[in-house]
């Protein structure tokens, strides 16, 4: 069987450079078709509408977290499957053991290169793609 193709990542950050560097690296380097949540509540809104084919999860947000709302994805049977990686500039190793133990596929580390983001998305993708 082949491997779904990675079409869609839905990028819920609330950093609005951060937003813009990943929109620009995104855009024009690769195939994705992107869309933007800036808080928690919003982001898991955007999954159960547009059903993402990933999402990309900032740790540390004001009020709904990166790691409550992965909680809340696994909730609702729309965003129960889809895999979400976490962006980040907390990577330490028990960080990093936590955020998989609550069901992330991996991890990308802010700051990143702008240059390298999509192909280290396509990594991360392809190895969730091999797990299930």
């Known amino acids: 069987m082949n491997p779904k193709p990675l079409e869609h990542i839905l990028i819920v950050e609330d950093e609005e450079d951060i937003i813009e560097i990943l929109r620009i690296a995104l855009e024009f380097s690769s195939q994705f078709q992107t869309s933007f949540a800036k808080t928690g509540p919003e982001g898991l809104q955007k999954a159960i509408i547009l059903q993402p084919d990933l999402i990309l999860l900032d740790v540390l947000m004001p009020g709904m977290n990166g790691l409550e ?32 133990k609550r069901g992330g596929i991996g991890v990308i580390e802010k700051p990143f290169a702008p240059l390298e983001i999509s192909e280290k998305i396509q990594t991360l993708w ?3 793609q091999n797990r299930s």
């Open 126 to 128: 392809k190895d969730a």
């Open 69 to 100: 709302l992965i909680e809340e994805l696994k909730f609702f049977p729309e965003t129960r499957e889809i895999p979400v990686a976490f962006i980040t500039s907390r990577v330490l190793k028990n960080e990093i053991s936590e955020y998989q």
